[in-house]
């Protein structure tokens, strides 16, 4: 079985095109996607075609960084940041907004904090201790910028 899938190039490029298609929904960042479209391009040609190793290598790594090129932006901007006035409404959400410690802040003032019901992994520039109640300053990504709350 595991001959007969490296001896199919274009069985090995769909499935690896699949694999890191289904790897987009796991991680942030809308990075990988062209990687999958990369690799499943490169099973279409092994398809209709017998490319050698290397002419496959160049023909996914091309596809992937051109595609990641040409429509990254635009995608990115059509499914998760639809405008700037959406972007500061999903920023507004947090910013200001206070949230309770659920761990102890490591050395490197890094820990949890609980918002709105979901626990979220935060950073803070001084430590925090569990049971603290901060104020979100900013946030990146999945992680949330916070201050001790001034009371």
Request: aromatic share 14%; hydrophobic share 50%.
């Amino acid at each position: 079985m595991i001959t007969e899938f490296f001896s199919n190039p274009e069985v090995f490029w769909l499935v690896i095109g699949l694999v890191f298609l289904a790897l987009e929904f796991a991680l942030t960042g809308f990075f990988i996607f062209f990687f999958g479209i990369g690799a499943c391009v490169t099973g279409i040609v092994c398809l209709f075609g017998n490319p050698s190793v290397d002419v496959q290598i160049i023909i996914f790594l091309t596809v992937s960084v051109l595609s990641l090129l040409a429509f990254r932006k635009m995608i990115r901007k059509a499914f998760f940041f639809a405008g700037d006035e959406e972007s500061k409404n999903i920023e507004n959400e947090f910013t200001g907004k206070n949230a309770v410690a659920i761990t102890d802040f490591d050395e490197a003032n890094r820990g949890r904090v609980e918002f709105k019901g979901t626990s979220w992994t935060a950073q803070a520039n001084t430590h925090v201790k569990a049971g603290q109640v901060v104020t979100i300053i900013d946030k990146y990504g999945i992680t949330l910028k916070v201050e001790l709350k001034n009371e």
